[in-house]
């Protein structure tokens, strides 16, 4: 009687099922992989600031204050204090943008308490001072 071969409605259900199944836990693994990572982007342009901060300091005796900014890693800055050894500390020809596409805030020790300066990104959310902020301070 059976001369017809298929597949019954619960079989493909049981398939739909499955397969519904693994789409779900790939996509949890996957989705937050995308901000993760650019997170630790943002973590890594801050250490070469950092880096390149150093150098400033090493050349000029001093850190950048918080009006000259990052910018001074880029092109000789006129107000301020004066650097009188300046060079390029950067090789992009601007402040690289963070992750977001936001400048990152750089904060000399002319306006921190400690004596340090430090920088932040604002994070997804490019609302300074959120729960989402990166900073140099972070680690």
Do not use: C
């Amino acid at each position: 009687m059976r001369s017809q071969m298929g597949f019954t409605l619960i079989e493909i259900m049981v398939v739909v099922l499955i397969i519904a199944g693994l789409a779900y836990i790939v996509g949890t693994n996957v989705i937050g992989q995308g901000e993760r990572a650019k997170e630790k982007q943002a973590m890594i342009q801050i250490k070469q600031f950092e880096q390149a901060l150093q150098l400033f300091k090493f050349d000029n005796g001093f850190y950048p204050e918080t009006q000259q900014g990052l910018r001074v890693l880029v092109e000789p800055v006129t107000v301020g204090r004066e650097a009188k050894r300046w060079r390029r500390y950067l090789e992009s020809a601007s402040v690289p943008l963070d992750p977001w596409g936001n400048e990152f805030v750089y904060f000399g020790v002319d306006q921190t308490e400690d004596g340090f300066y430090y920088i932040r990104s604002n994070g997804p959310d490019g609302i300074g001072n959120s729960d989402d902020d990166l900073s140099s301070r972070d680690r």
